[in-house]
């Protein structure tokens, strides 16, 4: 059974900084792309950013470019989000997913596995 857990969320004020962690299982890690999404209150699931299999490529919203980055370590099956200079508007359940097509991908419907979710809360 595949699973996806999210950790590392939590309460920020705007500035702050969050690294935030998924670690895989029941899958073979090094064999599926990463990606991260955000969904807000009443608002739609966002691509965040993407990594490839070996992470030699990226990909990144313009929102968050310069901001946050993505990294993975294979031999931990685990894909990190270190974000930086958090903003009100980065405020969402994070989710991370796999997709074992070696896509950056950026849309939702090209990952096969999700993870439930961490919380990010940005303040003021």
């Known amino acids: 059974q595949v699973q996806l857990v999210e950790s590392g969320g939590g309460l920020v004020q705007a500035g702050g900084s969050l690294r935030l962690s998924c670690a895989a299982s029941g899958l073979t890690f090094s064999g599926y792309a990463m990606g991260w999404f955000r969904q807000a209150p009443g608002k739609e699931q966002d691509f965040v950013a993407a990594?490839?299999?070996?992470?030699?490529?990226?990909n990144y919203a313009d929102s968050v470019k310069g901001r946050f980055t993505i990294s993975r370590d294979n031999a931990k099956n685990t894909v990190y989000l270190q974000m930086n200079s958090l903003k009100p508007e980065d405020t969402a359940v994070y989710y991370c997913a796999a997709n074992s097509r070696n896509m950056v991908a950026t849309t939702p419907r090209d990952y096969t596995y999700w993870g439930q979710g961490t919380q990010v809360t940005v303040s003021s």
């Open positions: 990594i490839s299999r070996s992470g030699d490529s990226r």
